[in-house]
């Protein structure tokens, strides 16, 4: 049962442009959601987060959206550059989870195009 | 400051030897995790110690064990390794507090033959 899904493996755009993530979950008691970034080789690293309580948390060129009736976030990075190319993965915990464990998405590989 | 460092980067194991990942942390934090990832599959959580002194299984935790060894170390075994046990694993920490964030790792990637 996967609980939180990234529905598209790749993503392609042009240096300049907008790249939009998206990301659903099923599990209404996840009440916090993260985006992470994965260069090869390395580890992921937090990118942004956002509290159940707010629709929109802004970091830069980052925005994250969420959206609670749809189950649904997404991802926004303007202007796109190519160092952005990347994975990214969504996840998602809560209170409730034990050890405020995160459960991931299968990521979504981005490609920024100069 | 190191962050999280992860021991060893690779390795190449044949069906059945046994081997210890190691994990620390620099950073005094509470709780840490194990991962794996497999393509198209995401992060996956093997085991996690909320605290020290204490362990629990994650999603997928069958073919391995941990130790909390102390606050900053955790390490991760593999009894008799299996080829499906091939994948990248990544050691997490995290303080226990308001944010969930956790900080990962560089990762070992492991072979099994």
């Known amino acids: 049962d996967q609980q939180v899904k990234q529905n598209s493996p790749s993503l392609s755009v042009q240096e300049g442009r907008i790249s939009i993530l998206n990301c659903d979950y099923t599990?209404?008691?996840?009440?916090?959601f993260l985006w992470y970034k994965k260069y090869p080789a390395e580890g992921p690293t937090f990118l942004i987060s956002i509290s159940s309580i707010k629709d929109k948390n802004e970091d830069g060129r980052f925005t994250v959206f969420l959206n609670k009736s749809a189950k649904h976030l997404s991802l926004h990075i303007v202007p796109s550059q190519p160092g952005d190319s990347a994975v990214y993965f969504c996840a998602a915990s809560g209170e409730e989870t034990s050890g405020s464990r995160l459960t991931f998405g299968e990521g979504t590989q981005l490609t920024v195009n100069p | 400051n190191a962050g999280v460092t992860q021991t060893p980067k690779f390795q190449v194991l044949k069906t059945g030897q046994s081997m210890t990942l190691q994990c620390a942390q620099d950073?005094?934090?509470?709780?840490m995790y194990w991962y794996r990832q497999d393509p198209g599959m995401g992060l996956r959580l093997i085991y996690y110690?909320?605290?020290?002194?204490?362990?629990d299984k994650g999603e997928v935790p069958n073919g391995y064990n941990v130790s909390r060894l102390n606050k900053r170390e955790f390490s991760l075994r593999l009894e008799s390794a299996a080829p499906s046990q091939t994948s990248v694993y990544f050691c997490?920490?995290?303080?226990?507090?308001?944010?969930?964030?956790?900080?990962f790792g560089p990762g070992t990637r492991l072979t099994v033959t």
């Open positions: 997490a920490s995290r303080w226990t507090g308001s944010s969930y964030e956790q900080y």
């Open positions: 599990n209404s008691m996840f009440d916090y």
């Open positions: 110690s909320a605290s020290e002194g204490t362990t």
């Open positions: 950073m005094n934090h509470n709780s």
